[in-house]
């Protein structure tokens, strides 16, 4: 996985097609987000440090209109 921009997250996650997961562990928090049953991207929420992953070929799962 590889760190991509927050509006390339939004867009994967306002996606209906794909399945969101939510876990939180003390200070750590994080978001993952399937379709169907891989991985294509991640939220890891650490005390004030946000970051966003996604696989290497996350562009294939963006969806086509642009919100940005």
Known sequence: M???MRSEFDNIRLNDDHG???DSNGDKQIVKIYCG????AKR???KKSI???G????QKYL???SSY
């Open 44 to 46: 890891v929420k650490h």
């Open 63 to 65: 969806s086509e209109e």
């Open 51 to 53: 970051r966003y992953f």
């Open 20 to 22: 969101l997961e939510a």
């Open 55 to 58: 696989v290497s070929d996350y």
């Open 2 to 4: 590889k760190l991509i």
């Open 37 to 40: 049953d891989t991985l294509i």
